[in-house]
């Protein structure tokens, strides 16, 4: 299983875009990347995925390097709600289905 | 509305006592999965089910049950058996079944249980 490595936190100012590395560097060439985040108390939330290209929808962008070891997550404009734990997870495919593996994240301030 | 919900949001209970922790889906997923977080870790996976009475055990069973008898309702069953259940129980639903392409996994609001 591909395992992630992600800062335990990180800080941002408002209105900065926030980048959250990730490393995953024993991923396989079918696993997907997941950015999941998760605000106090709460479920988490799903943000983003890709495989190889890079991606962008209304939250977020995810960009992969080329050898697919590591990526980053972009929030291009980060608010004081945007603070919250961001997992970043490559998923793991088994016969019986698809887990998500999460480890500790990364815990992101914004701060004003 | 669709989505999952979880009830109740905070769950207190004597120690030695089984509890039922509801989950409910209105997405259509087929698969529906059950995970616990304790303070400052990531998820672990308790159950998880693909269809309709069938599921499969996780990282971290023992001292839990679940069943699925219906596609929408995925309940889970804290025993006494469970040493630490003190946590919060997050459960989650995606579409697909098995390994084929990409499948979002959608999580409810969460349950915490306290045992005193």
């Keep these: 299983d591909a395992k992630t490595t992600q800062p335990p936190s990180m800080d941002c100012a ?10 995953h560097s024993t991923i396989s060439g079918n696993e ?15 943000i983003i995925h890709g495989l190889k290209n890079n991606e962008t929808n209304e939250m977020a962008s995810l960009i992969i390097t080329e050898d ?45 | 509305d669709g989505g999952i919900t979880q009830s109740p949001k905070y769950l207190f209970r004597k120690e030695g006592q089984n509890v ?7 997405l259509n997923h087929d698969a529906m999965y059950w995970y616990r977080q304790d303070p400052g870790q990531g998820l672990r996976l308790i159950y998880y089910s693909q269809i309709v009475n069938d599921f499969q055990k996780g990282d971290i069973a023992e001292g839990y049950s679940v069943s699925r008898e219906k596609k929408e309702s995925f309940p889970l069953t804290v025993t006494s058996a469970q040493k630490n259940p003190t ?6 639903s995606s579409t697909r079944r098995l ?10 609001p969460g349950t915490r249980l306290t045992v005193l």
Aim: net charge positive; hydrophobic share 35%.
């Design chain 1, 14 to 23: 408002e209105g900065r875009a926030a980048n959250l590395p990730c490393n």
């Design chain 1, 32 to 46: 997907y990347v997941y950015w999941y985040r998760q605000i106090h108390s709460q479920g988490p939330q799903y």
């Design chain 1, 68 to 112: 697919r070891k590591s990526s980053t997550l972009i929030l291009p404009h980060a608010t004081l709600r945007d603070t919250a734990v961001y997992y970043c997870i490559v998923r793991v495919v088994t016969r019986a289905g698809n887990m998500l593996t999460f480890g500790g994240g990364t815990r992101l301030m914004v701060k004003p």
């Design chain 2, 20 to 26: 039922t922790l509801s989950c409910e889906q209105n």
């Design chain 2, 87 to 92: 946590a919060f129980y997050l459960c989650a």
């Design chain 2, 99 to 108: 390994a084929a392409g990409t499948d979002t996994q959608y999580f409810g």
